[in-house]
């Protein structure tokens, strides 16, 4: 049951739970419709609590029975849950309640997929399956037993025992409910071990439907190399006799770090080389990773509450990135994630959807897993790693192990072991967790007898959530190379800390060309038009080197969108020659050749005061594209040649690289040949990687019928192949076909509209394609709205979450807004629209 009108919570009005949970007993007697929970937990008052109200949370149960002590009591229902009166002693609570697993659509709590059951509890999904105190600061040691006619019976922690039917399992690690789970189901397991440094034997096993036995060697390894490499990076072992991994068809999300039983959306776990790209598999094996990383940043040490969520997310997320850089690329894995963050976390920063790092309010919970709260989180600790230093940040991660292990911990407590490990005041640093808006930095400098200054000023854009922000703690990596193209001053960290700031560099023989924000060094955006002929042909950072090329490539679009000016010939020159200097990562020269995406131009046409068209946007990039082809005409047949891999499929960064590369050479031949080159890559593809990509160009080239027929012939019993399929026609259909390309595939026998993953291989998709979502007639708004209202009482978590497609709705002309405006009308006029998509509407029209 849920209030009528939403509540919001506050960070402020945080109080404890008035009892501890000494241990919790559950017995799942499992039936699809009708399954029973029996609990029997061990409750004690809190002496110095303030508020002794004894509330569980609660909801879509039917109870059963309820006892303290043994006598049959009578508790109070309350809009979500139940109040009742206890002793001031320890006492036992008993609880009988059944649940529907089979009815639950909204995929949190116990459901089930493909007759097999599983669970979600993040954040608030536990109160879906028996009365509990369902908050993160509430920790218990679980003891499950799971009675059901089924091979496989999981949960968290140890084994303890089982037998024909049934199976008992003890967590010996106090958790939050959120991190509780159960499998229930006919599953195959692949399995593996791994000793810890501690010299513990851990048996690993990834379970998955028959079938998908050949998808598992991959993600296993992934596990093996992530168990690793905690204990060698952060010291940090695994602390359990198993460790299970499931995959699940039927997810919301990518995957879940239940403690010892994680589970897995499968399109985030199972891979092969004939199935799955490289990109997939670099995917896996950072997800993989993260889920492992959380059993010590979020299981051992988890949040206090919901608005400490980055605690876990954002260290979570900077560990697997660490990870990925140190299994592939370190310079790739940072392009790839700037190019993610400028892509989702920036518009939500600087749009209605704006909100800190830590949020001080909510309404649901769910849709505050966001790009701000994981990637900008993330980037804030890569920011104080870089200002106190790898050995700082070290002995800081060293002491919060220490200190929290067992903890429900907050920001304060985290910033708090930094401050002491390093003797740095980090109270104006603390902004980065309490101001939404992405700061923007300008730049001017000035040379005089020998001395070279550069001045920045930084100023955020005021927004609802932080309307008055105050000047951040902002390290700005520069280095400086000489006229002819010496680095004369490697990289420096300088701290921005006032609203501006100089900073000077004396003993200069002649004015220097500065590289600035190398690495991205903080998520903010530059004012600033820097040599970027020149630091494309000398700088020695990467990053920025990059960073160049995507400028030349900007400001050539934007020229080509607002004045009709050709492609400019020093971008052509400049990407040239990195795609054809082989001293260079095939990899990284694939990131240098992409150019900045048409919601990116969006954005930087609206900062700049002109209304984005995005019809002039889509034809700007192609001509580009077509002008690059024939810039290079003469190199490509030999560049792709020579970017063929010969040897065995492998995933890793060194072939995958050579592929990347060799398919971009492989998209402007296909502007040149018809896209001959691409039928025949398709027709001698063995593996995806190749064969997708050849696909993708054979529609681009007007001739995909045939491959996409022969493709889903080929792959028609694949699920996550056949969402590849969905998804690619969408994303490549010309902007005036993409709505009724969409609209055709919803028409498909195979588009299970309430699997996520195929929502979004379709509906999702089609709203990132920017000139086919915008199209002019306003097809594109009302397609994806007639699809939120119909998904929304199926499944509202998914459902909220794409509504973030129109989160830039301001940026366009007066015609579509007024036209998204009606649409976002019509959503929030659904009759019983849930919280989470009520949220999401009245946030986006405001
Ligand atoms: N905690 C999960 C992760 O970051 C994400 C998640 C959130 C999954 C909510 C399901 C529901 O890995
Ligand atoms: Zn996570």
């Known amino acids: 049951m849920r209030d009528a009108a939403p509540q919001t919570i506050y960070l402020k009005d945080y109080t404890p ?33 303030v508020d002794k109200t004894f509330f569980l949370h609660g909801e879509n149960l039917s109870l059963i029975s309820a006892k303290i002590d043994g006598e049959a009591v009578k508790p109070n229902p309350t809009d979500q849950g139940l109040t009742c009166d ?11 309640v059944q649940i529907d697993p089979a009815a639950n659509t909204a995929l ?71 991190l509780f789970a159960l ?47 905690d204990e060698d990076v952060y010291g940090r072992a695994y602390d359990l006799d198993v460790f299970n991994i499931v995959a699940v068809d039927d997810f919301n999300m990518g995957a879940m770090e239940n403690k010892g039983l994680n589970i897995f959306n499968a399109s985030a776990v199972l891979a092969s080389p004939e199935t799955s790209t490289d990109s ?22 988890t949040c206090r509450d919901w608005f400490q969520l980055c605690l876990k997310e954002g260290l979570t997320v900077f560990r697997d990135s660490q990870f990925t850089a140190d299994m592939r690329s370190e310079p790739v894995k940072r392009i790839s994630d ?62 919060y192990f220490e200190r929290h292990d067992g903890d429900a911990a907050t920001i304060e407590d985290w910033l708090a072991v930094f401050e002491e490990a390093t003797g740095r005041d980090l109270t104006q640093f603390k902004r980065w967790y309490s101001q939404a808006g992405t700061p923007r930095v300008a730049v001017s400098d000035s040379f005089e007898d020998g001395t070279y200054t550069l001045s920045f000023a930084q100023h955020t854009p005021p927004s609802s959530a932080t309307p008055d922000p105050q000047a951040q703690v902002i390290p700005i990596a520069v280095g400086l190379l000489s006229p002819d193209g010496d680095e004369v001053m490697p990289t420096q960290i300088l701290e921005l800390t006032q609203d501006s700031q100089s900073f000077s560099f004396p003993g200069l023989s002649a004015k220097p060309v500065p590289s600035i924000l190398r690495g991205c060094s903080a998520p903010v955006e530059l004012e600033h038009t820097p040599d970027n002929a020149f630091l494309l042909a000398h700088d020695t950072d990467p990053f920025n080197r990059w960073e160049a090329a995507r400028n030349l490539a900007k400001a050539s679009l934007l020229g080509t969108i607002t004045g009709g000016t050709a492609p400019d010939g020093g971008w052509l020159d400049g990407v040239a020659g990195l795609l054809s200097d082989d001293t260079l ?130 792959w028609k019993h694949d699920r996550l192949v056949m969402d590849k399929w969905f998804g690619l026609q969408v994303i490549e259909a010309d902007p005036d076909d993409a709505a009724d390309t969409a609209k055709a595939l919803t028409l498909h026998p195979d588009f299970n509209w309430k699997n996520p993953n195929r929502f979004r291989a379709t509906l999702g998709t089609f709203s990132g394609h920017h000139a086919g979502f915008h199209a002019k007639d306003g097809s ?10 119909k998904l929304d009482p199926v499944n509202p978590q998914t459902t909220a979450r794409m509504c973030s497609a129109f989160q830039t709705w301001r940026r366009y002309d007066a015609i579509r807004q007024s036209m998204i405006g009606k649409e976002l009308e019509r959503i929030a006029a659904a009759p019983n629209l849930s919280r989470d998509t009520t949220e999401m509407i009245t946030r986006i029209r405001e």
Request: with cysteine.
């Open 17 to 49: 739970f008035g009892y501890t949970v000494e241990e919790v007993h559950l017995t799942f007697d499992l039936a699809p419709s009708a399954t029973r929970v029996t609990s029997r937990i061990r409750f004690a008052p809190t002496p110095e609590a």
């Open 86 to 96: 206890v002793p001031n002693v320890p006492f036992t609570w008993e609880a009988e």
């Open 108 to 178: 949190e709590g116990l459901y089930q997929s493909n007759g097999m059951y599983c669970t979600q509890c993040e954040a608030e999904g536990f109160r879906k399956i028996t009365y509990y105190p369902d908050r993160p600061d509430v920790m218990s040691v679980f003891t499950v037993r799971i009675n059901g006619p089924h091979p496989v019976l999981l949960s968290n922690g140890n084994p303890v025992a089982s037998g024909d039917g049934w199976a008992e399992w003890h967590d010996p690690w106090p958790k939050p409910a959120y």
């Open 183 to 229: 499998v229930a189901g006919e599953l195959v397991a692949h399995r593996d071990t791994f000793e810890t440094m501690e010299g513990r034997k851990v048996d690993l096993a990834l379970h998955v439907r028959a079938g998908d036995e050949g998808k598992c060697a991959f993600g296993m390894q992934a596990l093996k190399d992530s168990m690793k490499w």
């Open 280 to 301: 997939n598999f670099e995917r896996i094996e950072a997800i993989i990773a993260h889920e492992y990383f959380h059993n010590w940043t979020g299981n051992r040490i």
């Open 338 to 399: 700037v190019i993610v963050l400028r892509a989702h976390q920036f518009p939500e920063d600087q749009g209605p959807l704006a909100h800190p790092v830590r949020p001080e309010s909510f309404q649901e919970i769910n849709n505050f897993y966001t790009a701000t709260v994981y990637e900008k989180g993330a980037e804030v600790i890569r920011m104080l790693k870089t200002l106190v230093g790898d050995a700082g940040y070290k002995t800081a991660l060293d002491l």
């Open 585 to 714: 990562d095939p990899a990284y020269r694939g990131y240098v050749f992409a150019m900045p995406g048409q919601s990116q131009l969006a954005a930087d046409l609206h900062q700049a005061g002109t209304t984005p068209d995005p019809d002039a946007i889509w034809a700007a990039s192609e001509v580009h594209r077509k002008a690059l082809a024939d810039r290079m005409a003469d190199v490509l047949p030999d560049l792709y040649a020579r970017h063929q891999v010969d040897a065995p499929y492998a995933p890793d960064a060194a072939q995958a690289g050579q592929r990347a590369l060799g398919n971009t050479v492989l998209s402007l031949l296909s502007l040149l040949d018809g896209g001959d080159a691409a039928q025949a890559q398709f027709d001698g593809a063995t593996n995806m990687t190749q064969q997708l990509a050849a696909l993708a160009y054979l529609i681009r080239a007007g001739r995909g019928d045939a491959a996409l027929a022969q493709f889903e012939a080929q």
């Open 780 to 789: 594109g708004y009302t397609l994806l709205a007639d699809w939120l209202i």
